[in-house]
């Protein structure tokens, strides 16, 4: 079944992976809104390379134009990415996040609601889960308490539950809200024997671990921060469960199918694997056999000890199988992403 497929947030991280692999083993119609605060247009000139489908260049506050949007092409899915996500600032700036996040996400399901939209998967947080006490030996599953301890992960629970209450009175809408755990790495593409990515994560001032440390060892930046190294792990420093951002985007498009024949649901998306920051960074270093300067500062505002997923429900139900759960390539697959992104070939 072809569905026409409005993305916001397309021209982002985590949405243009989405669309990549919908323009790859799909033959839904693809509509993109981005704002390209952060999205990024070469991304977008890429995915064309693929298959076409349509780019508005749009903020999600301009209510008509999105109606006329979901009119004019008859959506009946929405992939709802586009959101602010960097925590620090969250907590220096939370109306901005509550705006931009729970704010535009009201008014889009709102405007889903009567434009008749049939589906929405919603980008959600790990975030939303705060700083447990203490994390049980098979993870966090989607049951674990939710108690945020920053804006940003507040702002992605208070948009959860707006979904949750608007389709409990609207039986034609059904949704699936995906908590993201630490997404990292870069297109998964090989050409010959050699990982060449197209895309990756290109937008200015990122905070991801692996995103930073892949620019210290292209030598972009000279040097990274651990953020406190006297947590109560086995070394000092939190523990993260990285998934690749393909593993990630492969659930996002069998959610599609899934709510077909499915009830709406939440899902952790992680592989339910713990690392530690310096872990991460050992492991940046090894495969691209470069060394770089790390220094340990305090900690940050907002930032949980420990947080690594149960994913069993999402393997379960939805029959998602992570194909990249192996920390040496997620980091081998940034590191290259970061090398091609600084050329004249993209």
């Not at 799909?26 to 070469?42: C, E, P, R, Y």
Request: glycine share 4%; with cysteine; proline share 3%.
């Amino acid at each position: 079944m072809k569905n026409n497929i409005l993305v916001t947030g397309g021209a982002g991280y985590i949405g243009s992976h989405a669309v990549k692999q919908l323009l790859e083993t799909t033959k839904h119609n693809i509509i993109i809104v981005d704002n390209l605060s952060t999205g990024n247009l070469k991304t977008i000139k890429t995915l064309k390379l693929i298959r076409d489908f349509k780019f508005i260049k749009l903020d999600l506050k301009e209510l008509d134009k999105v109606k006329s949007i979901l009119k004019d092409n008859n959506i009946d899915t929405i992939m709802h990415f586009a959101a602010k996500i960097i925590v620090p600032e969250s907590i220096k700036n939370p109306i901005d996040y509550y705006i931009n996040n729970t704010v535009n996400t009201i008014n889009l399901i709102k405007i889903a609601v009567d434009m008749k939209v049939k589906k929405i998967i919603f980008s959600s947080s790990a975030a939303v889960y705060g700083e447990p006490d203490k994390i049980p030996e098979d993870g966090i599953d989607e049951n674990f308490q939710t108690n945020p301890i920053n804006p940003y992960g507040m702002s992605k629970l208070m948009s959860e539950n707006i979904i949750k209450d608007v389709a409990t009175v609207n039986d034609d809408f059904k949704y699936v809200i995906f908590r993201y755990f630490n997404v990292a790495g870069a297109d998964i593409n090989y050409v010959g024997n050699n990982l060449t990515p197209r895309i990756g994560q290109s937008f200015p001032n990122a905070t991801n671990l692996i995103k930073i440390a892949s620019l210290c060892a292209t030598k972009k930046i000279e040097k990274m921060d651990i953020f406190g190294d006297d947590y109560d792990t086995f070394d000092g420093t939190q523990i993260r469960d990285y998934i690749h951002v393909d593993d990630l985007a492969d659930a996002h498009i069998k959610a599609i199918d899934y709510l077909n024949n499915n009830s709406s649901d939440i899902f952790n998306v992680g592989y339910s694997n713990g690392f530690s920051v310096k872990e991460a960074i050992s492991s940046m270093k090894k495969v691209t056999k470069e060394d770089f300067k790390v220094n340990i500062s305090s900690r940050r505002a907002g930032d949980p000890v420990n947080v690594v997923s149960n994913n069993t429900k999402i393997k379960n139900k939805m029959g998602w199988t992570p194909k990249y759960n192996d920390l040496d390539l997620i980091c081998k697959s940034s590191y290259e992403w970061e090398k091609r992104y600084a050329s004249k070939t993209i």
